[in-house]
């Protein structure tokens, strides 16, 4: 991939903290036509987001602790030291106690009951994870265990081998910040799935998208001055274990020097977290017969998410306005809105530590959570279920991630 149009220079911005990046707004440089952040959008397109996601289906649902994880975790890394962008792995143990059996599990989670509002049972259902409440009609939620669900005989062999106790890891890869190499924002998406399919959109589409711009930063003509690492967490659908894994590991070593005076900082000081998680279906709320259209509707929107709750929410809140001035001067095709209800994914470990947000195709909580993903955890959660209009909703979040990743650390051309 080559930058070619003869540029220019900076954003001309220093961002420090999220609080200046409110203060500041987006600022646009004068020079529109060599706005170096809409030459780098420009370097996403359609056809190459589809064959990353593509990419990643041949492993199946990539679920932990299974071969066609490793591989893909092998497969993720030879395409990012492919982009020039250097890697390294977080290696550790996922040794969970055996579970009882669930008498529920063959029809799924919260949502039992299928078109009506409210769960089974007289559960408290009308507060969805991560707070906000449910609205109008649900339908069933839950993981599919059962191989025969899935009707193609190839995909269900790729999918046949259980998981196991023991070691685990998970790949990422850094671009250095060529002024403050010692702080960093992380852009993540989780590489595992579940479900008997092969977890294209869950979470498929938000790896991809993390690739996708680590391809793009690691252009040696692109310079940033602040470090940004993409990483592929591995271990998401058991609880968010390697996310957990790496800020037990890591959380420590921020902003350390090492070795002293090399100018080198192996874990720079983090600035903020943006995870993305199922990237590209919205196509609307259950029917009153528990069905879902199958075509993206005309409004569908990238749902940028904090946590009200957390302890860094207020860097968080203003992070998310930040993503979403960018979705407005930059994607090209669907919105952005924020939400206060970030929940179930990687930058919920970070959430008390730094600025964290998620990106997803519906608020996690009160729309997938009510069913509006028909897909979530099903063996039709496959590469052939996507049209481009999906395709489309999931590279216009990369292209708001892209667009405010590129504003926070200063990135430039340097021809
Ligand atoms: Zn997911």
Not at 182 to 195: A, L
Not at 214 to 223: E, G, K, L, Q, T
Not at 302 to 326: C, H, P, R, Y
């Amino acid at each position: 991939m080559r930058l070619s149009l003869s540029v220019l220079s900076s954003v001309a911005i220093t961002w420090f903290t999220a609080a200046s990046v409110l203060a500041q707004g987006a600022a646009a440089p004068a020079d529109t036509l060599n706005d170096p952040v809409r030459i780098m959008v420009s370097q996403l397109t359609l056809d190459r987001y589809k064959n990353t996601v593509k990419g990643l289906t041949q492993f199946g649902d990539r679920r932990q602790g299974t071969k066609r994880n490793r591989d893909a975790v092998d497969w993720i890394e030879a395409q990012l030291k492919s982009y020039g962008c250097a890697t390294e792995r977080i290696v550790y143990e996922y040794n969970p106690a055996p579970r009882q059996p669930n008498p529920a599990a063959g029809r799924g989670g919260a949502a039992g009951g299928r078109g009506a509002a409210g769960g089974r049972g007289g559960a408290p259902s009308n507060n969805a994870q991560g707070g906000g409440r449910y609205r109008g009609i649900r339908a069933r939620t839950g993981v599919n265990n059962d191989s025969l669900k899935q009707p193609d005989p190839a995909i269900r062999a790729i999918d046949t081998e259980q998981t196991t106790n023991g070691e685990r890891q998970e790949v990422y890869c850094t671009k250095v910040g060529s002024t403050h190499p010692e702080e960093m924002y992380i852009v993540g998406g989780h590489m595992d799935g579940i479900g008997w399919g092969q977890a294209a959109n869950d979470d498929g589409s938000g790896t991809a998208i993390v690739m996708e711009l680590a391809r793009i930063f690691s252009d040696p003509n692109v310079v940033t001055d602040r470090t940004i690492r993409f990483a592929l967490w591995n271990n998401e659908e058991s609880g968010l274990d390697g996310a957990k894994a790496y800020v037990a590991q890591r959380q420590a070593l921020q902003g350390k020097e090492s070795p002293a005076g090399s100018g080198k900082y192996p874990e720079p000081k983090w600035l903020g977290m943006i995870q993305h998680d199922m990237m590209m279906w919205d196509h609307g709320a259950p029917r009153a017969d528990g069905t879902v259209s199958p075509e993206q509707r005309p409004e569908a929107d990238v749902n940028i998410e904090f946590q009200s709750t957390a302890k860094m929410a207020d860097g968080a809140n203003k992070l998310a306005w930040f993503f979403q001035t960018a979705n407005e001067k930059y994607a090209t095709d669907y919105p952005a809105r924020v939400g206060q209800h970030m929940t179930n994914t990687d930058s919920d470990p970070f959430k008390d530590i730094v600025p964290a947000i998620s990106l997803r195709e519906n608020e996690r909580g009160e729309q997938i959570g009510a069913g509006w993903d028909p897909n979530w955890h099903q063996p039709t959660d496959v590469f052939t279920t996507y049209t481009d209009k999906d395709f489309r909703l999931g590279m216009n979040a990369a292209q708001t991630t892209l667009a405010a990743i590129a504003q926070l650390t200063g990135a430039k051309l340097k021809k």
